[in-house]
């Protein structure tokens, strides 16, 4: 698919995901949006804490523009075409009846999470694109996250629109990115 090539027995799924920037704008129904979250809920994490979190917003609800306002403007510009934004938050402590301690992996533990819901909106038809570009600092504020948490990154869910629906210095970066070989991510023993 475009150019990319992996070792056959990759998964498909997972070689095909890429991450569009061109939504089309339309709906996604609340019962598919809780399929991804659920999905994202099968993630391992640590003693099975389960620290990621979801705040959404659908097209133009209630809450669309909050969540929108808290991307840069960059990400606003073409986000808004998206059917749904959502930002992952994890919870920085291990909770439990004998008291909280720190979560070491509470951020590694969303990315799975994220992971999760980026590849079953994909068998659903649908694209994801994450992105950091967030108003950090403000952002955590406005959607009421407490300070035991952490503001990790937010996602578009759309479906994808043809390229030049966005504007001309964006459409020629609408191609999935090639990835690393292996020789350059994994290595034997130290880090070389």
């Known amino acids: 698919m475009h150019g990319r090539s992996a070792n056959p027995r ?7 995901r890429w991450s569009p920037r061109a939504f089309d704008g339309s709906e996604i129904p609340q019962q598919d949006l809780d399929v991804i979250f659920e999905a994202a809920g099968w993630a391992p994490s640590a003693f099975n804490a389960q620290p990621w979190r979801f705040l959404y917003a659908r097209r133009d609800d209630e809450n669309w523009e909050l969540l929108l306002s808290q991307l840069i403007e960059f990400n606003q510009g073409w986000a808004k075409n998206a059917s749904a934004l959502v930002f992952v938050v994890s919870d920085r402590l291990m909770r439990s009846e004998k008291g909280n301690s720190d979560n070491h992996s509470h951020s590694f533990d969303a990315g799975a999470a994220w992971a999760l819901a ?3 909106a994909h068998a659903m038809g649908y694209h994801t694109h994450g992105m950091t570009g967030l108003k950090f600092g403000e952002a955590e504020q406005a959607l009421g996250i407490p300070e035991d948490h952490r ?3 937010a996602f578009a869910i759309g479906r994808q629109a043809p390229k030049d629906t966005l504007p001309d210095f964006l459409q020629e970066r609408e191609i999935p990115s090639m990835r690393r070989p292996v020789s350059e991510i994994a290595w034997a023993g130290k880090f070389a």
């Open 10 to 16: 990759v998964e498909t799924m997972i070689v095909e």
């Open 118 to 120: 980026a590849l079953q």
């Open 151 to 153: 503001l990790e990154a």
